[in-house]
């Protein structure tokens, strides 16, 4: 997810898909959930519709989440989203019979467009070593989590692993090596997990092409075509429908949403201001946990629609608890500003309108 963007205008609502598109069952139905074993720690409580305190990941599963997506950073100051985090996290979301994606960061801190550090331990490190850290990394945790599929990057429009891994001037070769390694380790560890290329900016075709194309000239391998799609910043969805499909067909490649959010109110219950605090962010749809699971529900339809694996929503579960902030340096201060994003509110309770569409 990045943290700075401007606000798109002028988005279009899409009608729901045909009955027709609804023959299949969408394979991925997801949730990343990561900020969630912090909150438990700090005495969160969750709650199903009906008011009932429960597990959480029971009740995602009972609106319809099927898949949860975790990010793992090499050694975070926070302590949490490491390797043993990250493995007792999955491991607790199989008990509730849900598949597990890596989302491998390959940063101490938050990657994402704007940003893509190197994490300490590989600081002074070359193309060549960072290709083996990155194969000895990815094979590492890949072997201990054993997910069913893994995204080698997070949002990394322009490269990961800067300045060794950063696309300059068009040239993919770098972080292409990058990209190879930590397909070949996943492989090496299990053949049958799906290897996702996560960029963000589903709404612009251009990007795709020049970043897909860029990797593909270089002979990168992935299985599917990964891409944050957040209304308020990546466009209309009629335009979301014409990039998945386009990419799908371009590559040969099934994609999936792999972020998407909305806010069900503007109030702020921290002292870190929202990042999203418009009334009605996208086509008129009210900030209001009905208009959250509209635009989710509409999202879900173009993705199916498209053909796409599915779609995953970010964070639902980071309401704001107090000690359970953003920066990875100062989690316990720093406060939140996606709790209107998630999808349970701040007693909670999940938006009983919501639903992860089968």
Same mark, same amino acid.
Request: hydrophobic share 40%; charged share 20%; proline share 5%.
């Given at each position: 997810?990045?943290?700075?963007?401007?606000?798109?205008?002028?988005?279009?609502? #899409?009608?729901?898909?045909?009955?027709?598109?609804?023959?299949?069952?969408?394979?991925?139905? +997801?949730?990343?959930?990561?900020?969630?074993?912090?909150?438990?720690?700090?005495?969160?409580?969750?709650?199903?519709?009906?008011?009932?305190?429960?597990?959480?990941?029971? #009740?995602? $599963?009972?609106?319809?989440?099927?898949?949860?997506?975790?990010?793992?950073?090499?050694? /975070?100051?926070?302590?949490?989203?490491?390797?043993?985090?990250?493995?007792?996290?999955?491991?607790?979301?199989? =008990?509730?019979?849900? $598949?597990?994606?890596?989302?491998?960061?390959?940063?101490?801190?938050?990657?994402? /467009?704007? =940003? !893509?550090?190197?994490?300490?331990?590989?600081?002074?490190?070359?193309?060549?070593?960072?290709?083996?850290?990155?194969?000895?990394?990815?094979?590492?945790?890949?072997?201990?989590?054993?997910?069913?599929?893994?995204?080698?990057?997070?949002?990394?429009?322009?490269?990961?692993?800067?300045?060794?891994?950063?696309?300059?001037?068009?040239?993919?070769?770098?972080?292409?090596?990058?990209?190879?390694?930590?397909?070949?380790?996943?492989?090496?560890?299990?053949?049958?997990? !799906?290897?996702?290329?996560?960029?963000?900016?589903?709404?612009?075709?251009?990007?795709?092409?020049?970043?897909?194309?860029? #990797?593909?000239?270089?002979?990168?391998?992935?299985?599917?075509?990964?891409?944050?799609?957040?209304?308020?910043?990546? +466009?209309?969805?009629?335009?979301?429908?014409?990039?998945?499909?386009?990419? !799908?067909?371009?590559?040969? $490649?099934?994609?999936?949403?792999?972020?998407?959010?909305? /806010?069900?109110?503007?109030?702020?219950?921290?002292?870190?201001?929202?990042?999203?605090?418009?009334?009605? /962010?996208?086509?008129? #749809?009210?900030?209001?946990?009905? +208009?959250?699971?509209?635009?989710?529900?509409?999202? !879900?339809?173009?993705?199916?629609?498209?053909?796409?694996?599915?779609?995953?929503?970010?964070?639902?579960?980071?309401?704001?608890?107090?000690?359970?902030?953003?920066?990875?340096?100062?989690?316990?201060?720093?406060?939140?500003?996606?709790?209107?994003?998630?999808?349970?509110?701040?007693?909670?309770?999940?938006?009983?309108?919501?639903?992860?569409?089968?």
């Amino acid at each position: 997810m990045k943290f700075t963007a401007i606000l798109a205008a002028g988005l279009l609502l #899409i009608p729901a898909a045909p009955a027709s598109a609804h023959a299949r069952e969408v394979p991925m139905r +997801g949730a990343d959930v990561s900020t969630l074993p912090r909150a438990l720690d700090l005495g969160a409580t969750f709650y199903d519709a009906r008011g009932r305190r429960a597990n959480p990941y029971d #009740i995602l $599963k009972q609106a319809g989440v099927n898949y949860v997506r975790l990010r793992v950073w090499n050694n /975070p100051t926070s302590g949490y989203n490491d390797k043993a985090h990250v493995i007792a996290q999955a491991r607790e979301a199989r =008990k509730h019979g849900l $598949k597990v994606l890596i989302d491998f960061h390959y940063s101490d801190t938050w990657a994402d /467009p704007g =940003k !893509q550090y190197i994490p300490a331990a590989w600081s002074g490190h070359d193309l060549a070593q960072l290709q083996q850290d990155v194969y000895d990394y990815t094979y590492e945790v890949c072997k201990a989590t054993q997910p069913d599929s893994v995204q080698i990057g997070n949002e990394i429009n322009t490269g990961m692993l800067w300045p060794a891994g950063a696309v300059v001037n068009s040239d993919f070769a770098p972080l292409a090596s990058l990209l190879k390694a930590g397909y070949n380790a996943t492989k090496a560890c299990s053949p049958r997990t !799906q290897v996702m290329i996560h960029t963000a900016d589903a709404g612009s075709i251009g990007a795709a092409h020049w970043f897909y194309d860029g #990797i593909a000239a270089q002979g990168v391998k992935w299985d599917i075509t990964a891409l944050s799609y957040y209304c308020m910043w990546h +466009g209309d969805l009629t335009n979301l429908a014409t990039v998945l499909s386009d990419v !799908q067909e371009r590559y040969g $490649k099934p994609a999936v949403i792999a972020e998407t959010a909305y /806010p069900y109110t503007t109030d702020n219950y921290d002292d870190l201001e929202n990042i999203m605090t418009s009334a009605a /962010p996208c086509d008129g #749809i009210p900030a209001t946990q009905q +208009g959250q699971a509209t635009e989710f529900a509409q999202v !879900q339809d173009v993705a199916r629609s498209a053909g796409a694996l599915g779609t995953f929503y970010w964070e639902p579960t980071w309401t704001a608890v107090d000690g359970n902030g953003w920066d990875t340096e100062d989690i316990q201060n720093s406060g939140n500003a996606w709790e209107n994003m998630a999808t349970f509110d701040d007693n909670g309770r999940i938006n009983p309108y919501i639903v992860w569409k089968r």
